[in-house]
């Protein structure tokens, strides 16, 4: 999908929403926090598994992903 190859879905993790890499950590969660003021690295900071680059292909998502 559009290159987003750090974007997952698997009924079984989070009942299939859309998560990085398999892990169950939601786009919406990512997106979420951006929205709300966190920079990447606070991000990356919380939550040690994610990788900037997983934060970006959130952002992408948001946007292209509903189309």
């Given at each position: 999908m559009w290159g987003l190859d750090r974007i997952t879905f698997d009924r079984r993790i989070m009942?299939?929403?859309a998560c990085i890499r398999g892990m169950r950590i939601p786009v919406s969660l990512v997106v979420n926090l951006v929205?709300?003021?966190?920079?990447v690295d606070?991000?990356?900071?919380?939550y040690p598994?994610?990788?900037p680059e997983d934060i970006q292909?959130?952002?992408?998502?948001?946007?292209?992903g509903s189309r």
């Open positions: 009942a299939g929403q929205a709300h003021g966190k920079q606070e991000i990356v900071e919380e598994d994610l990788e292909q959130c952002l992408e998502y948001a946007v292209f």
